[in-house]
């Protein structure tokens, strides 16, 4: 059975989009920090995204290794992000592109399919696609790198849940700039 993780930035108060969709509090993340995103992208065979994360990975991802300031860390995550296979859940996206399936269907139905699968880690990325996962208990993991910014409100990591979910603490991690990675695992 693959295992699905969620993770994201997110600020201290918990969202991962202040107002209005800015993610600018983002800005100025640490070379180690975005080292360390890389590294777990490399591990992912399968990543699942929803319609408005899907939107700003592609309109920055796909050139990101054409950039002129663009990094080495930088090029390869572009170069991993094109190949690494998408699964696109929208019912308002027309077409996607860059090794990327569409689906319009059910969202839970499907990442219970892809779970099943005999494949590698997937990882699941977007508030609304992401929530419907989490309350579904399909989320295996969560990875929570939590910035030093307060913003007071906007799209949260988190939404509602129906039960409690019961987790284990595996991993923290300290980055330059004070973000804090916490993982954990679904007991």
């Known amino acids: 059975m693959r295992k699905l993780t969620f993770g994201m930035n997110l600020t201290l108060d918990g969202y991962i989009a202040a107002a209005g969709d800015d993610i600018g509090w983002s800005n100025g ?6 080292e360390w995103w890389l590294d777990r992208e490399r591990a992912i065979t399968l990543s699942l995204y929803g319609r408005k994360l899907w939107e700003t990975m592609s309109s920055a991802w796909p050139t990101g290794d054409q950039q002129p300031d ?12 094109r190949d690494t ?10 077409k996607v592109d860059w090794n ?4 319009t269907g059910d969202a839970v139905a499907e990442i219970t399919r892809l779970k099943t699968e ?11 696609l992401a929530a419907a ?23 949260p990591f988190f939404t509602a849940l129906d ?15 004070g973000a804090v990675l916490t993982r954990y695992e679904k007991r």
């Open 85 to 94: 296979p998408k699964v696109v859940f929208s019912s308002t996206v027309d």
């Open 163 to 177: 039960s409690w979910v019961n987790l284990n603490l595996v991993e923290t991690r300290t980055f330059p700039g």
């Open 133 to 155: 996962a989490v309350r579904a208990g399909l989320v295996d993991e969560y990875l929570l790198v939590t910035h030093p910014v307060l913003v007071g409100g906007g799209t």
């Open 29 to 34: 993340r640490s070379d180690e920090l975005f």
């Open 70 to 81: 663009a990094t080495p860390a930088q090029i390869e995550f572009a170069r991993n992000w």
């Open 118 to 128: 005999d494949d590698g880690p997937m990882s699941i990325g977007g508030a609304t």
């Open 100 to 103: 990327t399936r569409l689906v």
